[in-house]
Structures are given as C-alpha cells and as structure tokens.
C-alpha cells in the first residue's frame, strides 16, 4: 500500500460561526501524476480532500463524484471513500467502470464525526480492487458541507 498525499490541497477555511455552514468544493484531477499513480495498485490511498481542522463534515448535504476509474473492466477496478483510518467512512464500496456520484443519504452517516478539533483530516480514495485498465483521467470532485466543531455534539 501507499499513501498519496494532495499537497494541493489546502485547508484555508477560517473559523466560522457555531451553526453556520460552509460548503467547499474539493477537485484532484486523476491525470495529476504528482498526486495519483500511473497504476494504482489494491489498498492504494490518494488523498483527494481535507476537513480543516475545527471542522465536521456533513454528509447529508456532501457529493461526491468521481470520474469513470476502470477502462477495461476485467478485473473491475474499485474503490472506497473514508479516512486514513476508516477506508469507508464517506462512501462504501464503488465500482469504478463508470463515473459515480453518490451524495446525500447515500453517503456514509456514521456515528463518529469525521473531522478534528484540532488537526486537518484528510480524505482518501482507497483502492479495493486493482482497476485492470487505469483511466487516468476525469478528475474527483467533493462538494463538502462543513460545520464548525462542537465539543458537547462531536466529543473531544
């Protein structure tokens, strides 16, 4: 396994008022060498996203959309949606021979907020299956509502 990461990506939402929501849309082009691999090979993550820290996700309100990944289909390539941790914490698994979008209640609404009080939490696209025939282009694109942290609603 290996981890790409996005330095692209920068987590330059300040803080904002206590119920308010903030919606940030997120795009890692899939023919960016620096960030994703020619070949992504099973349990690969790239990072294609970040909650700033102080920050909670929403994912009632979040989309995601990912452009088609597999151009061969055998083996079909897959993917998972989540955290470093928690593969699947956004969206479960996705067959990638067609551009998906999943958003609203078809995301992941777990029981543990995803985002930190204190630290950006990045967001990864986790190879479950190999695709046969990596498409290389299209891009992600992450529209994510963010709420400001609440110690008494999302722990510390």
Do not use: H
């Amino acid at each position: 396994m290996s981890r790409y990461i996005n330095a692209k990506l920068v987590s330059a939402i300040t803080a904002f008022a206590v119920g308010a929501l903030y919606l940030d849309r997120q795009v890692t082009s899939l023919a960016d060498r620096s960030v994703v691999p020619a070949a992504p090979l099973l349990a690969d993550q790239i990072q294609i996203g970040v909650i700033p820290a102080g920050c909670v996700l929403v994912p009632q309100l979040s989309t995601v959309q990912v452009a088609r990944f597999d151009t061969n289909g055998t083996s079909l390539g897959k993917y998972k949606i989540g955290t470093a941790d928690t593969i699947d914490a956004i969206a479960t698994e996705q067959i990638g021979a067609a551009a998906v979008t999943v958003r609203g209640n078809a995301l992941v609404i777990g029981a543990t907020p995803i985002g930190s009080p204190t630290d950006d939490t990045p967001i990864y696209l986790t190879v479950s299956v190999a695709p046969a025939t990596f498409a290389g282009t299209g891009a992600v694109v992450l529209d994510l509502v963010m709420r400001a942290w609440v110690d008494s609603i999302d722990g510390t």
